[in-house]
């Protein structure tokens, strides 16, 4: 199986609809042994969630901006397992008046809790854990990524902060290269997840991918995501880090819907 024995943390499960579940239970499926973070009151919802996942994982709390959170989770991990070998972040958050199409009168604090809690974090959590990795001898860390190259309709300073999360994947494979620690980002279209929802006006991106993506793209199924994510956790990318990997049904390749008129 593509991840047997490999010790992986998954950040971000909210509900088994959440693009982090998803991957744990892929995980699990390609015999990984994973652990779970939650959140502030949606710890109980993740823990709710992990029990349907084909083996219940323990939950160990994480705001990810809380550097106690953060020690409290290396040191389990390092009681539980001695190192690590993978970790997924699936962590965003934006203040509403940062989304919508408020670009321009966004306060900065919305626009620094966006970046700060989006971006800044998957450098937090690749310190953290670090010490973890180097125990293990190597590792392989993951983010997930909208595309943001162009401006989107609502996405507003969450398309920043995400900007943000590229650079920030790209530093970070930059200076744990040394460690033979791989940074990558999967950059996945439009899915109906909690933080999804959360975003006025974001059922548009579900029309325009269903005019433009190449392939048939469901926004009710995170697997094909998933799938990527476990690929990139497990020894078949060990050469790959800095990198952005779309999952997005190729909508990222064509500039405008259309093409042949017959086959
Ligand atoms: N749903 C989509 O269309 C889509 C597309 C591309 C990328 N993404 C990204 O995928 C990731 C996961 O989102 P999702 O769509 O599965 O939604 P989700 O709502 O299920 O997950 C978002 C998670 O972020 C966590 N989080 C927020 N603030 C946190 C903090 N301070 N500390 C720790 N955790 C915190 C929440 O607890 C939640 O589990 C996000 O980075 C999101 O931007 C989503």
Known sequence: ????????????????????????????????????????????????????????????????????????????????????????????????????????????????????????????????????????????LVTLDFDNRQAWPVYDWMGVAKAALESVTRYLARDLGRYRVRVNAVSAGPLTTVAARSIPGFAAFESVWADRAPLVWDASNPEPVAKMICVLLSDWAPATTGEIVHVDGGFHAIAAAGGPTQT
């Open 1 to 140: 199986m593509l991840l047997d024995g490999k010790r992986v943390l998954i950040t971000g499960v909210l509900t088994d609809d959440s693009i982090a579940w998803h991957t744990a239970r892929v995980a699990q499926e390609q015999g990984a042994d994973v652990v779970l973070t939650g959140f502030g009151r949606g710890m109980r919802l993740t823990e709710r969630s992990s029990q349907r996942l084909p083996n219940p994982a323990d939950v160990l709390e994480l705001d990810i901006n809380d550097p106690d959170d953060m020690l409290a989770v290396a040191s389990e991990l390092e009681a539980r397992w001695g190192g690590l070998d993978g970790a997924v972040h699936a962590i965003a958050f934006a203040p509403e008046d940062a989304l919508g199409g408020n670009f321009l009168n966004t306060p900065a604090e919305s626009a620094q809790t966006a970046f700060t809690t989006s971006a800044f974090s998957f450098k937090t959590l690749a310190v953290g854990l670090l010490p973890l990795f180097q125990a293990a001898g190597q590792g392989s």
